[in-house]
């Protein structure tokens, strides 16, 4: 299959209600899009990434107002609307009670809630308002590895496997969305941290807390829950504050990723400072993913990354880092 790019969306809708999938921009990654509902594009989906069934898949909608329907409105808890009024669209995926006979059990792996998201980005909104059926869409790479944020990634990984690419350039926010769920009162969970914060999340529900550890041993429950993930081909180790020291290397053979500094005995070639001199971790963010696949293009045989402040953005870097690195 010869893959090709551009900007088309009316095509892109074509293929979609087709049963094609389709990688489409958001503002956190590129996604490898298929029709929600249809069986069979659900199936290619998990079959083209690789991904396990018992992984659940976000629904991607244009507007709050398509949710009814897909989502038992009388059980969605206060706190939800709040968030989805403060941050859709958006980088915010929540877990919310579907309705299920509407809501395919392999796009939620057989649980009661769906993962749904309202994206932001302008290409993806145009073409989910040309579609009568929302979209399923985890990230278009091979399950387990580097996300693509710009549209070569996505040629480099699944190229020749899908289709055609849609493309918005470069991702905005660089990291996946932040995945709220909600316990038994209501009170919003963060199951996977993303690109709106912790912090931010307190701003308007204060109530806002992450998943304790008794909730991480359950199966997963929304995507981007396995252990290891977001992972480069070369081995990944990560070094800073509370990581162990790093072995003797040669360096040569060894590239590094970095946060404000460039590390040092490292050709400049062989490493990605993510914010010059600035230490910004949305510009980090921005450019984590990159590098990573700028790093792993080189064929080195061991990679080094810094932890990063722990505050803001840094919590959901660093969570993508300490997947990345348990790669085996």
């Known amino acids: 299959m010869n893959t090709l790019l551009g900007t088309d969306v009316a095509h892109a809708a074509d293929l979609l209600r087709a049963g094609e999938l389709v990688a489409i921009p958001t503002e956190t990654v590129y996604g490898l899009a298929g029709h929600g509902l249809r069986q069979d594009s659900l ?4 079959a083209v990434k ?4 018992t992984n659940p898949l976000i629904l991607h909608f244009a507007s709050v107002e398509q949710l009814p329907g897909y989502v038992r409105f009388d059980a969605v808890p206060a706190a939800a609307h709040q968030l989805l009024a403060a941050f859709s669209p958006g980088p915010l995926t929540l877990l919310l009670p579907r309705e299920p006979a509407v809501v395919p059990d392999l796009v939620t792996a057989g649980l009661p809630d769906v993962a749904v998201r309202i994206p932001a980005h302008p290409l993806v909104q145009e073409l989910l308002r040309q579609l009568d059926f929302p979209l399923a869409a985890p990230s278009a790479n091979p399950f387990g590895y580097i996300s693509p944020t710009r549209p070569e990634h996505v040629l480099g990984q699944l190229g020749g496997q899908i289709p055609y690419v849609l493309d918005g350039g470069p991702c905005q926010a660089g990291i996946e969305s932040t995945v709220v769920g909600f316990g038994p009162d209501g009170e919003p969970v963060v199951y996977r941290p993303g690109a709106i914060s912790l912090e931010m999340l307190r ?7 992450l998943r304790s550890a008794p909730e991480k041993a359950r199966p997963a429950a929304s995507p981007g829950l396995l252990p290891y993930h977001y992972s480069p081909h070369t081995p ?3 070094f800073g504050p509370g990581q162990a ?3 003797a290397f040669d360096p040569a053979t ?6 404000r500094e460039p590390f040092p005995n490292l050709p400049a070639a062989q490493q990605v400072v993510l914010s010059p001199g600035r230490g910004d971790l949305a510009e980090a963010a921005h450019g984590l993913y990159a590098a ?8 080195l045989q061991q990679l080094f990354a810094e932890r990063l402040p722990d505050t803001g953005l840094g919590m959901a870097l660093n969570e993508r880092l300490e997947k990345a690195a348990a790669r085996k």
């Open 43 to 46: 199936h290619r989906i998990f």
């Open 50 to 53: 690789g991904r396990p069934l």
């Open 203 to 209: 701003a308007v529900v204060p109530a806002t807390r």
């Open 236 to 238: 990944l180790r990560l």
């Open 245 to 247: 020291a790093l072995p």
């Open 254 to 259: 060894t590239g590094a990723l970095t946060l």
């Open 292 to 299: 990573l696949h700028y790093l792993d293009a080189l064929d």
